[in-house]
């Protein structure tokens, strides 16, 4: 099972996270860009990693999505092969129309605008430990596959632009009635609130993740490579473990997702 | 009254020249799409009792620009832009944040009293040889300077 772990220019994960997935049973190699994007076939899935493509000029993602590699992917995406893009990979997703695939750009991620009772506390960057509910049906999508519907898993997020908005009025009862919605933010009980702290970035209903209708593409914006270790996590984990350097984190279910998905898939 | 600050990079804007490449190298734009620039526009409403509104526009600069590697032209209240380009004002139609925190600092921080709103966008400038420039700008617009679901475009004439 090999995956591409597809690298633009201004792409900084892409080590961590072909890391990651190794952890999960997967092997695979580092994809750049400027590669012959037929290449891309050769794989059985994609990672698009996190960073700042071509330094987010014009807006996080716009510029990626019109390389080949997407177009590539676009084809690969439907025969089936699962795509998992993190925080800017779901920003190149989204600018690319595969998500939430319905039929050209359907939302934008803007700008980060933390509310807390009426007023902007806060805006653009943001880093912190957040935590996420599962919000769709075990096996509806490549990245949480062996998730439980509100299960809940812990991992960091960093990012300027991932208030998820769209101008669709009908959108959001489609993307809930059809399970596209995968994960949530929420308070560590697992409680949705659409306040900052909990609503970290003002994202429309909290959303953090979301899957096109087939459930083969996953965009999300917190970073499940860096809570793939168990050593990663906050001193504050008590799952947090610094002897066993192997032991798995809670972000890791992500990649085992995708490992298995791809198995069931063949 | 509005003051109108138009801002642009006196050293190479690399965000310009990204999306003059995007265009002609990778939209199928090469031959329609001869130069690209771009500006940032702030449209600053400010007290109709301001005397001097010029002197007002350089002092408000101050905040707003960086004189080190940034130039600017004020005017009151509309904006003549230059013959040979196309302009293509970009502005967000969700609440624009940056916008409503600058106009908390000039108000509540740097004393602009008369300051009463705040309005921020870019204009791209489009070179274009076609037989309908503004057809193609708005498609241009459509294609690649615009998500629909937070920014709007409007071709200035």
């Known amino acids: ?266 | 009254m509005k003051i109108k600050l138009r801002v642009w990079l006196k050293i190479p804007d690399a965000e310009a020249a990204t999306v003059k490449n995007t265009l002609r190298r990778r939209m199928g734009y090469e031959i329609v799409l001869a130069e690209l620039g771009k500006e940032r526009l702030w449209s600053i409403e400010v007290d109709d009792s301001v005397q001097d509104p010029m002197d007002l526009a350089r002092r408000l600069a101050r905040d707003l620009v960086n004189e080190n590697k940034e130039s600017y032209r004020a005017s009151v209240d509309s904006i003549e832009f230059e013959e040979g380009y196309v302009p293509v004002k970009v502005g967000l139609h969700i609440e624009d944040g940056e916008a409503v925190s600058t106009l908390n600092r000039l108000r509540n921080r740097l004393g602009f009293d008369m300051v009463k709103g705040v309005e921020r966008s870019v204009v791209w400038k489009l070179y274009l040889k076609s037989t309908n420039p503004e057809k193609a700008a708005e498609e241009i617009a459509e294609r690649l300077l615009i998500n629909p679901h937070k920014d709007f475009y409007e071709i200035v004439t």
């Open chain 1, 1 to 266: 099972m090999k995956i591409a772990v597809v690298q633009f220019p201004g792409t900084n994960c892409e080590h961590e996270t072909l890391l990651a997935a190794q952890s999960a049973g997967l092997s695979g190699e580092i994809f750049r860009w400027n590669r012959p994007a037929e290449e891309l076939s050769d794989f059985d899935g994609y990672l698009i990693a996190g960073g700042f493509s071509y330094q987010d000029r014009l807006r996080a993602g716009a510029i990626a999505s019109k390389e080949p590699v997407m177009d590539t992917l676009r084809e690969e995406a439907e025969i089936g092969k699962p795509i998992i893009g993190i925080c800017n990979g779901f920003q190149i997703l989204v600018e690319a129309g595969l998500l939430p695939g319905l039929d050209g750009v359907n939302v934008a991620l803007a700008q980060n605008v933390m509310v807390s009772k009426g007023e902007i506390v806060r805006r653009g960057f943001y880093c912190a430990w957040t935590t996420l509910r599962h919000e769709a049906p075990s096996k509806r999508c490549c990245g949480s596959f062996l998730l439980e519907k509100g299960e809940l898993v812990q991992m960091p997020l960093a990012h300027a632009e991932g208030n998820l908005v769209t101008a669709d009025e009908k959108l959001m009862d489609r993307l809930n009635e059809e399970n596209q919605v995968v994960f949530r933010y929420c308070s560590e009980h697992g409680e949705v609130d659409d306040e900052f702290p909990v609503n970290i970035n003002g994202s429309l209903e909290n959303i953090a993740g979301i899957c096109n209708p087939e459930g083969n593409v996953l965009g999300m914006m917190p970073h499940p490579e860096r809570s793939s270790f168990a050593f990663q996590l906050p001193p504050t984990d008590s799952r947090k473990c610094t002897g066993d350097m192997s032991a798995a984190g809670p972000g890791r279910r992500v990649f085992e997702s995708m490992k298995r998905y791809i198995e069931v898939r063949r």
